[in-house]
C-alpha cells in the first residue's frame, strides 16, 4: 500500500536486468583498462538521467550542462577508483549530487526557506482539498512553475534527499551512500521535504 | 489496549513511512487511522501526486548538449 510505483525512467535506471548488470560490468572492466569506447558508452548510458538529475537540483539548463560535464569529467578520471560494491548509477548520483552542492554553496545569495526544526509542517490546517491539481499536470506551464518556485525554496541539501529517493527511486541505502548521511539523517530530510513541498504545491493551488 | 492517534501524528507517518514496511503495533493503529479518516487519506494521496508530479516533470538532454559532452571529453561518439 505504501510503496510507491516508480516511473519507466527510474526503473530502467534502478532496476536493472541481469544481462543489463553483466554487460555494464564487462564495460566498466574495459574502461578501467583505458578502453575509450567503453568509457564512450557508459558516458551514452547516463547522461540523459544525469542530465535530468542536474536539471531537477539546479532548475537551469546551462548549469545542468556544466554539472552533466564535470560529472562525467570524474567518472573518467576516477573509473579506476570505482570499486562495484555499489551500483554504477548510485557512484555517479553521488558524484553529481556533490557538483550540484558545490555549484549551489558558491552562489550563497541564495535564500532557502530553514525547515530543520518546523513541526509547523505538519500543522492540519493542511488538510486540504487537494482535487485541483489538472489531470494533464505536468504538460502545464503553470504548474511547472509552481513546482520549480516550491523545490527552489527549500536548500539543495533537502531537495537533494527527495529527489534521490522519491524520485530517482533510490533506496534510503543508496540514498544515504550517495549523499554521504546517515540514513536517519535521509529519513528526517526526507520527511520534511515531502510535508513542506506538499504544503507548497497545496497553497499555490488555493491562490 | 489500541493505541489512539491524532491526525497530525498520522501526517507527520505519511510523510516518515511512506516507503516503509509498517509491523509496528504504532504503525498499524496510524494505518487503521489512515484507512478511516477522509481528510488523512486525502492528505496522503496528496503527498502522493506532489511526488509524481516531480517525477514526471523530466527534461531531454539536447542533442548539441550531448556533442559538446563528448568532445569535452575527448571521447568518440559513434
Redesign the interface.
Known sequence: ????KN?Q??RTVNNLSASYVAEESKLIDLAKGGD??A??QL?KNY??TI??FA??ICRH?DK??NI??ET??SM?KNINQFDNKSKLSTWLYRIVANHCLMLARKEKNRQFVSIDNDDSL???K??A??SR?PTK??ENKE??KI?DDA?SKLSPDYRMI??L???EGLS?EETAEASELSISAV?SR???A??F??NE??RAFER | MKEKVS??EV??YV??????D?SSERCIAL?EHLESCE??K??F???????D?????????PEN??K???N??N????
Open positions: 500500500m505504501m510503496e510507491h516511473s525512467r527510474t575509450r569506447k568509457l564512450a558516458v547522461e540523459q542530465y535530468n536539471f531537477k539548463r545542468a550542462e552533466t560535464q562525467f569529467y573518467v505538519y500543522d492540519e493542511y488538510i482539498d487537494y491539481l499536470y505536468t504548474l511547472k513546482l523545490i527527495f529527489l529517493r522519491d524520485v534510503t529519513k526526507l520527511h520534511r515531502r510535508a513541498l506538499r504545491i497545496t | 491526525c497530525k501526517m507527520r510523510c516518515e513511512c511512506m516507503a516503509q509498517i494505518k481528510h488523512c486525502q492528505y494521496k496528496s503527498v502522493e501526486l506532489t511526488i508530479c516531480y517525477r514526471k516533470y523530466n527534461v531531454e538532454l548538449a550531448h559538446k559532452l563528448m569535452f571529453l571521447l568518440p561518439d559513434e
